[in-house]
């Protein structure tokens, strides 16, 4: 019995290590898989919310311009449009896989985010990102559906670059986080009739920071606004109370909590960010 266990424990420690080899290979090859003259992108799609239930954008597809060129920036004749007209071989649209379809941005707050798009493309820099969006857009308020109508011409957001937003985190890795703003981004003309005019910004998590913390009681409501005389981000915490603000340039932010259903603002001054640390506030308990 006591030969058998033994038996037992060395084949498991075996098959444990063989595991732990597999795996550690498997991850050295994931980080050496980018063929030679390519390098490997990868979209991230986080949210910046606003007072809905459900915010549904349906994205189709995601494409990226490269400039393979050897120069440091397009030429002037490439500088303020699109650059798709074929006369420059150098400067091409590479297409990234995608999950198509419906996304709810609300699902992607408080540091939650989604792999978006990935591929690999040429080497060179990226000039451009397209996003193509398709005509199910809707959100819900109060229990309510409505469509999201699509202004004129914005079925295509085109996010310009200048070739240097990614964080090559790995060498021929690169990744980018695009934070959809919802609450700029929604507009309301009537009553039951909104629109979307997509704002987006980007981030990499090396270059900026993170404020976090925890608001009680649930019923407040609260919404949460992190400012400076720079930037605008918004909160609004899960049921447990708990918020995250990720995307910040490192200084000093003001953060101030909206409370309703009869409870007090809140506002506290003098918050440090610092690039890739999270700065935790102290437990907010909001009064009435």
Same mark, same amino acid.
């Given at each position: 019995?006591?030969?058998?266990?033994?038996?037992?424990?060395?084949?498991?420690a075996?098959?444990?290590?063989?595991?732990?080899?597999?795996?550690?290979?498997?991850? &050295?090859?994931?980080? =050496?898989?980018?063929?030679?003259g390519?390098?490997?992108?990868?979209?991230? #799609?986080?949210?910046?919310?606003?007072? +809905?239930?459900?915010?549904?954008? *349906?994205?189709?597809s995601?494409?990226?311009?490269? *400039?393979?060129?050897?120069?440091?920036?397009? @030429?002037?004749?490439?500088?303020?449009? @699109?650059?798709?007209?074929?006369?420059? /071989?150098?400067?091409?649209?590479?297409?990234?896989?995608?999950?198509?379809?419906?996304?709810?941005?609300?699902?992607?707050?408080?540091?939650?985010?989604?792999? #978006?798009?990935?591929?690999?493309?040429?080497?060179?820099?990226?000039?451009?990102?397209?996003?193509?969006?398709?005509?199910?857009? =809707?959100?819900?308020? *109060? =229990?309510?559906?409505?469509?999201?109508?699509?202004?004129?011409?914005?079925?295509?957001i085109?996010?310009?670059?200048?070739?240097?937003?990614?964080?090559?985190?790995l060498?021929?890795?690169?990744?980018?986080?695009?934070? +959809?703003?919802?609450?700029?981004?929604?507009?309301?003309?009537?009553?039951?009739?909104?629109? #979307?005019?997509?704002?987006?910004?980007? +981030?990499?998590?090396k270059?900026?920071?993170?404020?976090?913390?925890?608001?009680?009681?649930?019923?407040?409501?609260?919404?949460?606004?992190?400012?400076?005389? &720079?930037? /605008?981000?918004?909160?609004?915490?899960?049921?447990?109370? &708990? +918020?995250?603000?990720?995307?910040?340039?490192?200084?000093?932010?003001?953060?101030?909590?909206?409370?309703?259903?009869?409870?007090?603002?809140? /506002?506290? /001054? @003098?918050?440090?960010?610092?690039?890739?640390?999270?700065?935790?506030?102290?437990?907010?308990?909001?009064?009435?």
């Amino acid at each position: 019995m006591k030969a058998s266990r033994k038996i037992f424990i060395i084949l498991m420690a075996a098959f444990c290590s063989a595991a732990i080899f597999i795996a550690c290979s498997k991850d &050295k090859s994931d980080v =050496s898989a980018v063929p030679a003259g390519q390098q490997r992108v990868s979209l991230y #799609l986080s949210d910046d919310p606003a007072l +809905f239930d459900k915010v549904l954008i *349906d994205i189709q597809s995601v494409k990226v311009l490269v *400039d393979t060129s050897s120069a440091d920036s397009l @030429d002037h004749r490439h500088h303020d449009r @699109d650059c798709d007209d074929g006369r420059d /071989t150098s400067v091409i649209w590479q297409d990234l896989a995608i999950r198509p379809g419906v996304y709810d941005l609300l699902t992607l707050r408080n540091g939650a985010d989604t792999l #978006l798009a990935a591929g690999n493309i040429p080497q060179g820099k990226i000039k451009r990102i397209k996003i193509t969006l398709g005509a199910n857009n =809707s959100l819900v308020k *109060d =229990s309510v559906s409505y469509p999201l109508h699509l202004m004129r011409g914005d079925s295509v957001i085109t996010l310009k670059l200048y070739g240097h937003e990614f964080d090559e985190y790995l060498t021929g890795q690169l990744q980018l986080w695009l934070d +959809f703003n919802v609450g700029k981004s929604i507009i309301k003309v009537r009553n039951g009739e909104f629109y #979307l005019k997509p704002f987006i910004r980007m +981030f990499i998590m090396k270059a900026t920071g993170a404020i976090e913390g925890k608001i009680t009681p649930w019923d407040a409501y609260a919404v949460v606004s992190v400012y400076n005389a &720079k930037d /605008t981000a918004y909160a609004i915490p899960f049921r447990d109370g &708990k +918020f995250k603000v990720r995307g910040l340039a490192p200084g000093s932010y003001t953060v101030f909590v909206n409370a309703s259903n009869g409870y007090q603002d809140t /506002t506290i /001054t @003098d918050v440090t960010v610092n690039a890739r640390e999270e700065t935790e506030l102290p437990k907010i308990e909001l009064h009435k």
